[in-house]
């Protein structure tokens, strides 16, 4: 019965670390190269355990060339669609371009940005 408890317990302190750790995290996924003057996609993909009024990611955002771009913003009302989750936009090439994103939970805060360079010529 004891060993029983200990385990018990110690699932319980484990399990509990892992979710203050909970960070959101995102990945770019865009292309190396782009032709001037084309469309291309740019993917985020956002990952973080959870998705409650209480636990979810609260917002992403991109920056291109240092200016923020688009933001997604999320509420307890308004949840992302699942606890891991892509998002996207399509963007005009017209100079190499230098992408960052980031995503934040709204208990843990952010595991920090991404950044990818697509090259335009």
Request: contains cysteine; proline residues 2%.
């Amino acid at each position: 019965m004891k060993k029983k408890l200990l385990f018990s317990f110690l699932t319980l302190i484990l399990f509990s670390f892992g979710v203050l750790a909970n960070k959101t995290s995102v990945k770019i996924i865009a292309p190396e190269k782009a032709t001037i003057g084309t469309e291309i996609t740019i993917k985020i993909e956002v990952t973080h355990m959870g998705n409650t009024a209480g636990h979810h990611t609260e917002w992403v955002w991109v920056k291109v060339n240092g200016k923020e771009y688009k933001k997604w913003v999320y509420t307890k009302e308004s949840l992302p669609e699942d606890q891991n989750f892509t998002v996207e936009f399509t963007i005009k090439a017209e100079a190499n371009m230098e992408i960052i994103a980031e995503g934040n939970c709204n208990r843990h805060g952010t595991k920090g940005p991404d950044t990818v360079t697509v090259k335009v010529e």
